[in-house]
């Protein structure tokens, strides 16, 4: 089988569509047609895709609305000189269906997908938010800890060795196998290129010019960064969503929807919850940078920091639930365990277990920090603050913790140990302040 | 792509091959014909497989001889109730394809394969004895340990994140993906029923009956050999041999070949490694049974010793060589190490990473020990002494060596605390003794 034959990737029948084109396309398949409503001239459709790689659209009829995301042939946010495969709306797809049925009513639920014209289309999410920007205004998410825990616990545990045969891991191994290209984007962005000279990098100058420079020397860091690399490129423990920032979460008080999954591949589990801690703490970081008075947000950023430590406790007690009620996979056979004194003992294993995933979370959490002030693909956490000097301290605070995270990982024993670190540098002037 | 779907699983054109049906099939392969040489009447032709799992043919003609094996749809040893795909030779076919593109001259030539029929024609290997077979005689081979050592070190480095992309690194894990049923029966007869109740385990009873008993109620082992398996099943760090055992190698004083590689999978290179080393250290302790007069096997366990030795430093050399000069792939990449200080971090960083595949290679090597002496499959090495209290002791001496190594893994850091431990447990006398 060659990865290269990927579904999607035969460019002959894939056009990019336009709104007169997309109208007619949709108008040919009944259900949605019927879930729009009226007649499809009366149907309003806005493009508005603001990621770095697709044309998302919104169709709106009499009846309901769906959102429309198309696969370009290369990356939106640099054009034509960086190509894509759009075989990654088949990976998309394919991850939003075992996502559905693993975690039900967190992510967007799919009305139709088209490999050959790399597109899907899906529910509307209203009023959902992203995340992210609800963050930056200091909003709260009652429902977010319960649901994102949720979602990183079943799609983990029931994606891995202790849910599943090793045949059927292996399958899900090799299916994935093909979004090959995604995966190096986050191998150049994320593990290599903030750590040395690359045409794309930037940051907050000059005050980050020696910090940038310290992070290209530091071969302390770039041992680290390395073992992290090949981590993600050589451990499929689980199928990952592979990009859960506060830009793939979609919120409002009462529902979390995770969306965007084209990066999923099998792969390391606490690079996911990495990704959802990483960004968290990158928020609260940040937050500073949004006060118009100081300590306005105070009660937000505490928030913010009892929601970190939940997430991971909430992640760990759901997940070793599932693992006493569900391991009906191939590692760890209970066979082994039997009577009183082995179920303490795989008991005990459990915890060992957690023990070494929250390592690898604190880790992945590290570099998912680093690559967001030193590499290509800013986040709107810092990027909005527009008094650079500002920014450029929030942004020393949150890489002087992410740095710390990544060298002394096997002091960060729990996420409380995480989460003082951090209220320890939110109060941190760097020299330049 | 369903791995169910593989190639040679597709059974209708398949047949088990007689000697007159293989007679007509040869002979219609002008290239296998013509290195036979003479009518296809003349040549003989018998069958010799005395493996587990296939019929193996030898054909003799005028000019040439050659080797035929076909894969039969069930586990030769245990009969049709035990079904395996035929599968197995496709990926058995292109293990050695790789392997002897990797590491030439090491690895018997194919001359025709035939998914269909499952089956491989390959050049014969005279006058090549079974390494095992060789060693319970006493012999010496000093070809042995640069062959194996290089065969290790290319195949294992030239297959991993190393020396490929990350993209073709996934394509070749999705390869071989298919062969998961070869995968589960080392899951299954390596890493779980030793360790519990099964129908299949035998032992040399009475006298190990305790010490079965005392592993199957073992819970520290338990645990290390659950860590094991799931390594071996969501590490793919290599393209594996995958059964490399001394009974997988043939040789001459001149020549190393190894064969069979129908477990071939991506997996962790340790398994590799510590298969060649704990098929010799079990060689070294079965080296007791094999005497007639006590000591007269001294000066070649010795050599067997120096042997173990040399593998891993042979093999360890050769890998480091090869990363300091072959180092193309996605992992560790140079930009990271560059000027003097890099080269020596990174330097550093390499001892840091044999020694981790040290730790890996001394717990698999206790973990095939284990299985050849409480499991299902058992060896010749112990099997051949027929004098069964003698044989008990020198499998009570394996168990202890391999239970130690399983449970203080840490604490081999080097192979020559090793073999000081093998040499320890070489004078000890069980409590049954």
Redesign the interface.
């Known amino acids: ?3 290269q034959a990927q579904p999607g990737s035969g460019a002959s029948q894939y056009r990019i569509l336009r709104e007169t084109d997309l109208r007619d396309y949709l108008a040919a398949l009944p259900a949605v047609a019927s879930r729009l409503g009226g007649t499809p001239a009366s149907w309003s459709i806005s493009e508005v895709g603001d990621g770095n790689l697709n044309l998302v659209f919104i169709v709106k009829g009499a009846s309901g609305s769906i959102a429309v995301k198309q696969a370009l042939p290369y990356v939106r946010l640099v054009g034509e000189s960086w190509p894509l495969p759009l075989s990654r709306a088949h990976f998309e797809h394919m991850a939003l269906v075992h996502q559905a049925r693993l975690a039900p009513k967190l992510v967007p639920a799919v009305l139709h997908h088209d490999d050959t014209l790399a597109l899907t289309a899906m529910e509307l999410l209203e009023p959902h938010i992203i995340m992210r920007k609800g963050l930056i205004e200091g909003a709260r998410y009652p429902r977010f800890v319960d649901d994102i825990s949720t979602f990183l616990a079943r799609t983990l545990f029931f994606t891995s ?1 202790l849910a599943l045969s ?2 059927e ?3 899900g ?3 994935f ?2 979004n ?2 995604l ?2 984007i986050t ?1 150049d962005l994320i593990f ?1 290129d903030p ?2 000279i690359a045409e794309q990098n930037r940051w907050t100058a000059p005050y980050l010019d020696a910090t940038a420079a310290a992070f290209r020397d530091d ?2 860091l ?2 680290a ?2 073992r992290l ?2 981590k993600f ?5 689980a199928l990952l969503h592979g990009d859960l920032h506060t830009g793939s979460i979609m919120v409002t008080e009462t529902d979390t929807q995770v969306i965007d999954p084209e990066f999923a591949f099998y792969g390391p589990m606490g690079f996911d919850i990495g990704a959802v801690v990483g960004n968290l703490l990158m928020a609260y970081l940040a937050s500073a940078g949004h006060e118009r008075t100081p300590g306005e947000r105070a009660s937000f950023e505490a928030w913010l920091l009892e929601t970190i430590e939940d997430v991971w406790t909430g992640f760990s007690q759901r997940f070793l639930a599932l693992w006493r009620s569900e391991a009906k996979g ?4 209970v ?4 009577g009183e ?2 179920a303490a ?1 795989l008991e005990a ?1 459990r915890q060992a277990y957690m023990a070494r995933l929250f390592q690898d979370t604190v880790g992945f959490a590290a570099a998912k920090t680093i690559r967001r002030i030193l590499g290509l693909a800013h986040n709107i956490d810092f990027e909005w603050i527009t008094d650079e000097k500002q920014r450029a301290i929030c942004e020393a605070r949150s890489l002087k913790l992410a740095r710390t995270m990544m060298l002394d990982t096997p002091s960060f024993t729990t996420i409380g140990a995480v989460t003082a670190a951090a209220r320890e540098v939110r109060g941190w002037q760097p020299d330049f302040a």
Chains 1, 2 share one sequence.
Not at 233 to 237: K, L, V
Not at 330 to 333: A, E, K, N, R, V
Not at 335 to 338: D, P, T, V, Y
């Open positions: 089988m060659n990865l060795d090793a045949a891991k292996k399958q191994i090799a299916d196998a093909g090959h290209a995966c190096k191998e290599t750590y040395r071969l302390d770039h041992v960064i390395s690399k090949l490129m050589a451990s499929p423990e191939d590692g760890y056979p066979s082994l365990f039997a004194a082995g003992r294993e």
